[in-house]
């Protein structure tokens, strides 16, 4: 599933789940980096939150997300 909220100057990814089963397969890693490419070509940024203890975060990490912002329950990151 993937949810996302297009703005002129962001694109928001607001949800991203794999099915446990394609999980670990670079799935997830291939749809971002797909919006990413959408982002860069518009020149726009990205953003997204990830709850704290979330594995996805160093994913995130690895496609140079940075954390602008931390809630008492997630971090809110962009590129």
């Known amino acids: 599933m993937l949810k996302l909220n297009r703005q002129p100057n962001n694109i928001e990814i ?3 789940q794999i099915d446990p089963q ?6 997830g890693q291939k749809v971002i ?9 518009k020149q726009i940024s990205v953003s997204l939150s ?6 996805a975060k160093r994913l995130y ?4 997300f940075v954390t602008i912002e931390e809630t008492e329950d997630s971090f809110v990151m962009r590129i």
Not at 22 to 27: E, H, S, T
Not at 50 to 55: D, Q
Not at 61 to 64: G, I, M, V, Y
Request: glycine letters at 10%.
């Open 61 to 64: 990490e690895s496609l140079e």
């Open 50 to 55: 990830v709850l704290k203890g979330n594995k």
């Open 33 to 41: 980096q797909f919006i990413l490419d959408q982002a860069s070509d």
């Open 22 to 27: 394609y999980q670990g397969k670079g799935i």
């Open 14 to 16: 607001i949800q991203i």
